[in-house]
């Protein structure tokens, strides 16, 4: 490899998933060659733009944060890539190849690759802005992940929002937003929701779906001005009528970041005007990709061309093929919207007198299936609701395949491909998974490879880690590309083991760890992993040891992550978030002064009423955590943790009209009896007094309903996140010490049986309602009685970890704290909200 100084320089202006890529690909085709600096807006790694609904839906939980990351800090560094984050570049000199950066860096470059994105595009609205740089309070944007970490901020202590813009992005701001308790109204200028992908008829029957869902629609509504009062109040129709919010998203578009070229001097029409090499037409050592990029006319918002630009920039820079050209896109799109698959590709209707048009609508079922023919090609296609033909579809309409004599055909199993025979018609450049942009092609590559089994190529590619709407197909594409090597698709074993490190299935393991009595991580490492030591394991092996030893569990702290180390959450900026107990939602005024007292005294910039009931302080500082608890003299609430949360409830009884059993009661004794016990992913409960369902109990882990009085229905594997699934009822129970213990009954076998990171909503399908019911309820195993000792073992070895801010286990343990990188800090109390992490719960 040369040097640094001698290898040319290549600059990326553009740190997200079009700047990114088109680095991966060069990566690809010229490791080494280039000397390579990134700039990026964000203080962050590369990161899926499209996953942030799926952030805003879970309230911002960490894990689900970290799994929208594709290239997180480490990679640049494993790349020799200098990148400055949180850093704009705001001129070119390209006469001199330098860009300026807005925190003095001037950087020199031979070849210049602009990503510079797009924005929020705000219709000129009257009260929307304070001035020229800042938007009223209230207002908000959806386009970067602190749009998204602002959102929930403010959405924890306000009740109505308006989206603005019945889009894709509209209707995914407007779902994530009523998963965090909001009322929403969704406001589209036009008659049609998501008009770009569905016509009319396609769009009435969403509008059907979405409004089941709880969500207002108003279409055909002009928003003309935003009404305040130092911070929002409500819109203004064009008509003059008015309604009432206290938070505004807008998703009317967006626009192309062209600013940067402008001022330097290079041709923008409605983007930077690219050659077929992605080339600026007027400087060929400067490229642009993405959506800051025009070629031949078309501005692309989606994934799949940016995918296909990053290819031929690559192709043509590192001379892997200089006759690479881009020729446009076929814009096909595959995707989930307030959890309805959609599908759209083409046109949406006839345009012709010839056009055939084929089309199928049950609205009851919201299903909308339709194709546009043109000279016996597939022109068009829009599926709603049953995507079962996607594949075909798709295949058909990038290739132009023959069509079957029988249109319906399309539309139908009645005929055509299986799911195999479909992926082996599918040309190599077919998009499958558009949200990181994996080929057909790349999927058989990786079999090629060696890779013969489904979650292997699913790693290595990241197919299906996005809205997962594309795992089928991928499932198709490698079983039909491991046929054609002459062999069958493997089962990946080790997608079975509990983790990473050691060859064992969950049952397998607990037994080795109970015959050979293993206590600590370091001991099952030493006993089981045929490789030693393993980071990505340590966490999920502390947490079954405590589940098989309460009590007698060996700590080690490195074996924690930083949350459980210190039993706070971690915030953006360094601080954390301390959420005390307050059970069942019921505190008294002795409990609320403390908390308050405790907020003037440590100045904690923000107290917040999370989704569960409780009080949240966020911006603590770490080493003030033991003091903090110690004056607030309450028990941990575990909001930070893999374990029991909280329970949410209704008044039930006790003032409710409507209350048939005391849902205040039963879930106070719940939490109380069950309060933090480790499991293999964070639990929330809800008791509601009658079927009502105001404390949300039919979509909880465990939801207790009163059917009649003092009677129960018993709910497990609910989910109200970026799935939402309604609970199964387990059982039909009289009496609190009933509903009590099948409770505890429930979470001990997840506890014993689930997969690390595996939610109820996943696991109670895995297992099978039927079956958990002839094991916990029926006892057809006789398991019952062994499950219910082992719980209460676990109940009798509590602790409360904030006691350990009496004595720390560690002399560092709530030492003081930096954050790797100057991030922005945590508002003060009483300003307006624009950036402080936020723990998610609900």
Request: hydrophobic content about 40%; proline content about 5%; charged content about 25%.
């Amino acid at each position: 490899m040369t040097q640094a100084s001698e290898r040319p320089r290549l600059v990326v202006v553009g740190n997200g998933m079009a700047g990114a890529r088109a680095v991966e690909e060069i990566l690809v085709r010229a490791p080494g060659r280039f000397d390579i600096t990134m700039f990026g807006d964000e203080p962050y790694g590369n990161y899926n733009r499209i996953m942030l609904s799926h952030v805003l839906a879970d309230g911002g939980d960490p894990a689900g944060v970290e799994e929208i990351y594709l290239n997180p800090l480490d990679w640049y560094a494993d790349n020799d890539i200098t990148l400055h984050s949180g850093v704009r570049v705001v001129r070119i000199d390209r006469f001199a190849r330098k860009v300026f950066a807005d925190d003095g860096t001037i950087c020199s470059y031979d070849t210049l690759i602009l990503a510079t994105g797009s924005r929020t595009f705000f219709p000129p609205m009257d009260g929307m802005w304070v001035d020229d740089r800042t938007l009223t309070p209230g207002v908000f944007g959806f386009r970067t992940l602190d749009d998204t970490t602002s959102m929930l901020d403010y959405a924890a202590d306000h009740r109505t929002a308006v989206v603005i813009g019945g889009g894709l992005l509209g209707l995914e701001a407007a779902h994530g937003l009523q998963q965090q308790g909001l009322d929403v109204h969704v406001v589209q200028s036009g008659p049609v929701l998501m008009n770009q992908q569905l016509d009319a008829e396609a769009g009435a029957i969403l509008r059907r779906i979405v409004e089941r869902l709880g969500i207002h629609v108003h279409l055909g509504g002009r928003t003309t001005a935003v009404r305040s009062a130092g911070s929002v109040t409500g819109v203004v129709f064009a008509d003059g009528t008015s309604l009432d919010a206290d938070m505004i998203v807008v998703t009317a578009g967006i626009r192309p970041n062209v600013g940067l070229a402008v001022i330097s001097g290079i041709t923008v029409e409605r983007a930077i005007v690219t050659d077929d090499q992605m080339r600026s037409v007027d400087d060929p050592d400067i490229y642009a990709v993405g959506e800051c990029a025009q070629h031949r006319g078309e501005v692309y918002g989606l994934v799949a061309p940016l995918w296909e630009q990053a290819v031929v920039l690559a192709d043509h820079l590192t001379g892997a093929n200089p006759k690479a050209a881009y020729h446009g896109s076929k814009t096909a799109t595959k995707l989930k919207v307030a959890g309805v698959d959609v599908a759209a590709m083409g046109l949406k209707g006839p345009e012709r007198e010839d056009d055939e048009f084929v089309r199928f609508s049950e609205p009851g079922r919201g299903v909308y299936k339709s194709v546009v023919i043109r000279d016996g090609r597939l022109v068009g296609a829009t599926l709603l609701g049953d995507v079962g033909k996607v594949a075909f579809l798709t295949q058909s309409f990038d290739r132009g395949l023959p069509l079957p004599e029988e249109r319906v055909e399309l539309l139908f199993e009645l005929a055509g491909p299986s799911g195999e025979q479909g992926a082996a018609e599918m040309d190599d450049s077919v998009q499958v998974c558009n949200c990181n942009g994996v080929s057909k092609g790349a999927l058989v590559a990786c079999v090629r490879g060696g890779t013969h089994s489904v979650t292997g190529v699913m790693a290595a590619t990241r197919a299906g880690k996005g809205c997962g709407s594309c795992k089928d197909l991928v499932c198709d594409v490698v079983e039909w590309a491991v046929g054609e090597e002459g062999g069958a698709v493997e089962v990946d074993e080790s997608a079975e083991w509990y983790v990473p490190a050691i060859p064992l299935r969950k049952p397998e393991l607990v037994e080795a760890i109970r015959a050979q009595g293993l206590r600590s991580v370091s001991a099952v490492f030493a006993a089981l992993a045929p490789d030693g030591e393993d980071a990505g394991s340590k966490m999920a092996l502390t947490s079954l040891l405590r589940t098989v030893w309460p009590g007698e569990f060996v700590d080690e702290r490195d074996a924690r992550f930083i949350n459980d180390r210190v039993h706070a959450n971690i915030q953006r900026d360094g601080t954390f978030s301390v959420v005390p107990q307050i059970k069942g939602g019921v505190t008294t005024p002795d409990q609320l002064r403390r908390i308050a007292d405790v907020a003037d005294k440590y100045r904690v910039p923000m107290v917040k009423i999370t989704g569960g009931q409780r009080i949240d302080l966020l911006g603590v500082r770490k080493q003030d955590l033991p003091a903090v608890w110690a004056d607030l003299d309450m028990p941990s609430g575990y909001a930070y943790g893999k374990s029991f949360r909280t329970v949410k409830t209704c008044v039930g009884t006790d003032y409710c009209r409507f209350g048939l059993g005391d849902s205040t009661g039963l879930g106070v004794a719940i939490e109380q009896r069950y309060q933090g016990l480790e499991s293999p992913a964070k639990l929330k409960l809800a008791v509601a007094g009658c079927p009502r369902n105001c404390s949300e109990a039919l979509v909880k882990d465990v939801g207790l309903v009163a059917v009649g009085e003092d009677r129960w229905d018993v709910l497990v594997g609910g989910a109200a996140g970026a799935s939402v699934r309604k609970g199964d009822v387990l059982a039909t129970v009289d009496g609190h010490a009933e509903a009590t213990r099948l409770t505890g009954r429930f979470i001990q076998y997840y506890r014993e049986h689930g997969r690390w990171l595996e939610r109820t909503y996943d696991f109670v399908p895995r297992v099978g309602i039927e079956e958990l019911r002839a094991i916990l309820v029926e006892d057809r195993d006789g398991l019952a009685a062994g499950l219910d000792e082992r719980v209460q073992q676990a109940v009798d070895a509590y602790r409360d970890p904030w006691q350990e801010g009496r004595e720390p286990t560690t002399p560092g343990q709530f030492g003081d704290a930096l954050p790797l990188l100057p991030l922005p800090q945590v508002p003060v109390r009483g300003g307006v909200p624009s950036g402080a992490g936020r723990q998610e719960e609900s």
